[in-house]
Structures are given as structure tokens and as C-alpha cells.
């Protein structure tokens, strides 16, 4: 598990775009699973997005076809474009990893990081 710094929440109306950043530390950054979560006020964090170091993707049903995780290895990072926001997307959004799709889903990691409010509001 890298250390990681999520960026690029913000407030936004409804309809509207945002794009989210999250830089990770470690040198098994290439070889592994990074995955975009979410934690709404009073609900369980959610896996929102994951991708693997060969670019396979996936998606929770709910940001199917409006969301889309993207990576560049070179510079450890990982994206999140949202586009077509809703009010329910409102959460504090993080990513973590890296690791296996299996702990990826399961999401039992042992810190996180501070990560970046997204509020869809008009």
C-alpha cells in the first residue's frame, strides 16, 4: 500500500465536471490495482472506480458511463473524471492502493488518505 494525496474536489453544479488526481508513493505503483472510493455523511466508503497496471477498468453500476479512471504510470498517478454530476455523487472522495483486485473490493486497508470533498450543488 502507497502513501497517496487525493486532489481536484471542489464544488460543482449539477451536470457539471470534475476531475480527480491522486499521487501514490511506492515502487509497486506499476505492477498493481489502484482503486477510487467514496464515503457519503452517513454511509459506508464505496469503491467507485479501480484500474489495473494493464488498464483494465471497473465501475460501480452507479457511475457507469459518467465516470472514467484513467493512470499514468510514469508519474504514479491515478485520474478520475466525472462528468454528468448528480447530488448523489456528493461524498468525500479516496483512492488507495496499490494491491490486488480482490483487496481492492474488499477496501480493508489500514490508512487512507485525507481525501477530496466533492459537493454537487446548485
Known amino acids: 500500500q502507497a502513501q497517496v494525496v487525493e486532489s481536484g474536489g471542489g464544488l460543482v453544479q449539477p451536470g457539471g465536471s470534475l476531475r480527480l488526481s491522486c499521487a501514490a508513493s511506492?515502487?509497486?505503483?506499476?505492477?498493481?490495482?489502484m482503486g477510487w472510493y467514496r464515503q457519503a455523511p452517513g454511509k459506508q466508503r464505496e469503491l467507485v472506480a479501480a484500474?489495473?497496471?494493464?488498464?483494465?477498468?471497473d465501475y460501480a453500476d452507479s457511475v457507469k458511463g459518467r465516470f472514467t479512471i484513467s493512470r499514468d504510470n510514469a508519474k504514479n498517478t491515478v485520474y478520475l473524471q466525472m462528468n454528468s454530476l448528480k447530488p448523489e455523487d456528493t461524498a468525500v472522495y479516496y483512492c488507495?492502493?496499490?494491491?490486488?483486485?480482490?483487496?481492492?473490493?474488499?477496501?480493508?486497508?489500514?490508512?487512507w488518505g485525507q481525501g477530496t470533498q466533492v459537493t454537487v450543488s446548485s
Open positions: 488507495n492502493g496499490p494491491s490486488s483486485w480482490y483487496e481492492i473490493r474488499r477496501a480493508d486497508f489500514g490508512s
Open positions: 511506492g515502487s509497486t505503483f506499476n505492477i498493481n490495482v
Open positions: 484500474i489495473s497496471s494493464g488498464f483494465s477498468t
